[in-house]
């Protein structure tokens, strides 16, 4: 069947989007209507189910005792441990119940989920590290998240397969690192983005296998650099040396300068390695990934983000995990061997062929269940044989287009489309909906959603944080006991043992934010998942702003590049961007 380029207008948002053929052939593919929500607004509703690092003090469902959960007492929702919710002493069988086709399935779906407990960290083969969530096989860790296969790491986001690492967002198989951003196979590298196979790297960005270098931008297979220039490595650490990098007054100059002169420099307009035919930010090892955002090891993907995990393919509009998830469709936390998933929330692991579930495990055929496991042919929690199955989907997919879940926006929800927003547990202002499409409080309540601040403990401040030593080598022990005021936020944060080694291991001051703003500051770093049509910057033998002079001739020669690409730099920021030919013509 051929598909013709449609463009539709979203519901939401009120803006148009387009269907292209391709979306069409994918649509038709796995049997579901074209959507009335566009790419962003679905991202959207997926990350507002997406609670990533919050954890809250709620009382155990089952023994009333305080727990720490990423469910805070204000979501309605039953909350136990994992343990608990793993053992065998309840069945959310019991709580099957017959399909009420006098109102919207979808209520009945939030009905159901609000009665059946939910555990409180999504976490699995944890070692020593209990206060960490939406995590596998971490050991010795403390409050990392969206992580996998860590070891003695802290304060980590998206981190994975890495050692002795504090302060990192989405890095992978690295050790000994600080304050860096998007990161593959790197040692001892600190305040970097998005660079690979490097080891000792003092603010650099995007340099693949590269040493020892500072300030550095763009670089390949580079030693001893400064702001790109060559240096003898003699000279190089006589340089360093003078930055005082060990101290708060050091690092924050080093800091400015490098920033500066980066923005000297031109940057590839997709920001992602060793990709073919694909489109988006921080997409990397991926062939026919388009318009997505931060995915790694993926093959035919579209609309999707956060599919950090490996290897993943022919999906549209996925959010979070992965692990070989194939052939699904709004989802939001599945992977792990899942295919042909839709409308999903949090089903894992090898789940298959299900819609309009939440918290299913390792189940089959299932249709509007909630925390199943090893289930089969069920929908609303309740058995059926293959054939009723089979009657009862067709039947309650009509019912889902002829009664469909108005929210209170007037929102229509029928039959292919995710949940709604205002059924999530989370409040919007603590999930990754936030980051990507900031509200504020009057806001979001204006549209139904929740709202909720995390609880501040009570602490009596022993020192501020422009109180503390400048130089890592004045900091004494004494400095586990302080309870420090953080520079921007003003709440309280210490010093932790483990901490402290690391940071005189590796010759860092003490920092004078909390985990929290520190957390803030790295994600800033981050480009949106909106993308712009835009035209290459490079205008012959410099950038079209006159600051970058080119260092060869490019293959359009004196004149502008006719180049287009979509990319996540605004058109109106200033940035040097180029397209990926001139881009690459220019890497030392």
Known sequence: MEYREETKNCQNCKQDFTIDPDD????????????????????????????????????????????????????????VTQEEWNGDSWDAMEYGRDIDFSKPFLEQILELEKEIPIYNLNSKFMVNSPYSGNATGLKNCYLCFNSNFLENCMYGNGVDHSKDCIDNSHINHSEKCYEC????????????????????????????????CFGSINLRK??????????????????????????????????????????????????????????????????????????????NMRYCQYMQVPKNRDCYDTSIWGLNMELSYETNICGENSYNLRFCQNCWPACRDSE???????????FGCVSLKKKQYCILNKQYTKEEYKELVEKIKKHMNETPYIDSQGLVYKYGEFFPIEFSPFGYNNTIAMQHFPLTKDEAVKRGYQWIEVPRGEYAITKKASELPDSINDVNDDILKEVIECENCKNAYRIL?????????????????????????????????????????????????????????????????????????????????????CYQQEVY
């Open 356 to 366: 309009y579930c939440m918290n299913l495990f390792s189940s089959s055929d299932c």
């Open 497 to 581: 043992e483990n901490e402290l080694t690391f940071l005189r291991n590796e010759k860092l001051p003490l920092p004078n934010l909390c985990h929290d703003c520190r957390y803030e500051r790295r994600i800033n770093d981050r480009l949106g998942i909106k993308l712009y049509e835009r035209p290459c910057m490079c205008s012959g033998d410099k950038d079209n702003t006159g600051i970058y002079k080119n260092t060869i001739k490019h293959f359009h020669g004196d004149e502008p590049c006719e180049e287009k690409f979509k990319t996540s730099y605004n058109p109106n920021s200033k940035e040097i961007v180029y397209c990926e030919k």
């Open 24 to 79: 069409f052939g994918f649509y038709e593919k796995i049997k579901i209507p074209p959507p009335t929500f566009c790419p962003l607004c679905r991202a959207q509703r997926r990350f507002s189910f997406r609670n990533e690092r919050k954890l809250f003090r709620v009382k155990d469902a089952f023994t009333d005792k305080d727990i720490f959960s990423l469910f805070p007492e204000k979501s309605n929702r039953k909350v």
């Open 181 to 212: 951003f998007w990161m593959q196979n790197c040692y001892q590298c600190y305040f970097t983005l998005l660079s690979a196979d490097s080891r000792n790297l003092w603010f650099c960005r995007d340099c693949i296998g590269c040493n020892d």
């Open 222 to 299: 580079s030693s001893y650099c400064i702001f790109n220039k060559q240096y003898t490595k003699e000279n190089y650490q006589k340089e360093i040396e003078k930055m005082c990098l060990y101290t708060t007054s050091g690092i924050k100059e080093a800091q400015g300068k490098a920033r500066t002169f980066w923005k000297t420099q031109p940057l590839k307009c997709i920001q992602g390695i060793k990709n073919l035919n694909s489109t988006g930010s921080y997409v990397t090892n991926c062939k026919n990934v388009n318009d997505s955002f931060l995915i790694r090891e993926s093959e």
